[in-house]
Structures are given as C-alpha cells and as structure tokens.
C-alpha cells in the first residue's frame, strides 16, 4: 500500500509542499503577519480538498478514457495536461474571462486580479451564466453521450438506461435533449440573461461536437493506415477529450472557489494542488484495473456527470451551494460502488 501510493503520488506531494511553500511566502509578503500567512495557508489546504472532493467522478471518467491510451499518452496527459490544467483552466480561464467582459489586455486583467480582488472577484461571478452555460451543455452531452451508446449491454440503473440506449439510436438524441433542455432553462430568464445562456450552450456543444470529430478523424485515418482503432483514440484525441473534459469540471470549482477567497494566487495554488492529485488518483485507478473490478462505478460516475451538467444550468435560476454539488456527486459514486460490491459477492 505504502509502495502504491510512493509510486502515485509522491510527485503531487512534492507538488503541494512547493505550492504551499509559495503561498507561504506570498502570505508574508502582502499581509507581514503570520496570523494572516497561517489563515493563506488554510484556505489553500480546504480548496485543494474542495477540488479533489468535487472531482472523483471526474477521475474515474478519465480513467476510462486513458484505461484505451499507451503509456506515452498517459505521461503526456500528466504533463503536458497537468500544465493545461493548471495554467489554462485555473489561471488563464478566469483572466480571460475578466479581460473580455472588461475589455482589458492580459496585463491589465493580472493587475486587476492582484491590485482590487473585489472587482475582479465581481467580474468573473458576472459571467456564471455564461460559464454555466457552456459548461452544464458540454458535460450534460458526455454524460449522455455514455447512455446513449446504442451498443451499450451493461446497465446499472436498467430501466432508465435502457431506455437511454435505446433513445441513442436516435442519430444526434442527446444534442437534441440538451437543446431542449438550454431553451427551457432559458425561458425562466431575463431575455439578454436567456441569449447569453443559450449562446454560451451552443457553444459548448459545438466544442463537444468538434472535440469528438477530432478524435473519430483520427481513429478513421489510423485506420486506413492499419493501425489498431483503440490505440488510434488512444492518442492526440483523447488527450483534447480529457483535457477539454477537465476544463469543464473546472469551471464551477473556480467560480465555487470565490466563496473562500477573491486572491487569484490563493485559488490557482489551492486548486492546483487538488488537480494534481486527482490525476494522480486517475492513474491509480487505471493501473489497478478498478472500473473492471467494479462493473458499475463508471456508471456512477457518468450519472454524476449529467448531475453536474445539470445543477451547473439549474444555478443560473436559484444558488446552489457547493456542498450540494459534491454530495450529489459522491452519493452516486458511493451508490454504484456498493452495487458493484454486491454484484461480485452474489455473482450476478
């Protein structure tokens, strides 16, 4: 056991004693104070367990995606992607966010975040409706899009599934569902509120489509080449998946993260710290084989996926607070892990 988690996670231990290091540091150089350096500290620690929290069910789907990846793309997806992560997701996201609705360049959208927090805090909290947009559509259709196999036969919760695959014979089903879905939603809001719903969803699914088409593309061509359809997805297609995925389970913990701190350096290092650990995690889970060991926990997750989507859409209409999200979420996982549990001990 000691050995597994060494081998796992010893470079995101090392990862979060730098972060901390750092928020260390920068506590005491804006406040001067070890009270206020002790509490900096603090909040770093709970948002990156906010995070891991918020996200098993992201690594679980991740797992088996890379469970079809060689082992190069793995790396790639702990490095390269960590990097994206990181720095994409939970840094320049929100920077760009705060840069178009306020039409600042980079330069000034850093400034603002470091020099008046309140403002850049109510400028990112302004674009909810946007970012739930885009990100409740895209994870809604991922969901979906795991029922909606025509060619699945194993179900957890068999009737609706059933039903679900049945429906995904449907060319483009759940593209219409979550449509439906976006314009229903958006009739309960004020109309510019609605528009900027429905356009931030459009957009989302248009990702969801491209990203998908990328990774088909690549399969086909592989293909023709001779090459293994499984070790074709396993490649440059997965890897955008995964990491476009990942943005997505973001965006509600960043805007979440506000609710403890308005210091974009707080955030990104208390986040960071969690998304490295949930890759980790995400590694562990594939090379221990735990989704063929327990037939139902991707089922789990995949369901607390579409929960997301949907409490991401149902928050532009009334607040939903964060420990709902991940109660939700880990009520799901914990559910279908028991039944897996249950399945192997009878056999069924």
Partial sequence: MLTTFRRHFTGATLFTVLCLAAAAAYGWHDSHSIGATVSMLWIVAVLAVLEISLSFDNAVVNASVLSEMDTVWRKRFLTWGMVIAVFGARILFPLAIVGISAGLNPVEAVHLSLTHPDQYEQIVGGAHIGIAGFGGAFLALVGLGFFMDPEKNVHWL????????????IRAAEIALVLLVLVAVSRWLAPHEGFVLLTAGILGIVTFILVE?????????????????????SGLGSFLYLNVLDTSFSLDGVIGAFALSNNMVVIALGLSIGAIFVRSLTMLLVEAGTLSQYRYLEHGAFWAIVALGGIMLASTLVEIPDVVTGLVGAALIAASLGWSVRTRKHGD
Avoid: C, P, Q
Wanted: charged share 25%; net charge positive; no cysteine.
């Fill in 158 to 169: 068999g009737w609706i599934e059933d039903r679900l695959r049945r429906a995904g014979g």
């Fill in 213 to 233: 088409g990328i990774g088909h593309m690549l399969e086909a061509r592989n293909a023709a080449m001779g090459v293994a359809g499984v070790a074709v997805r």
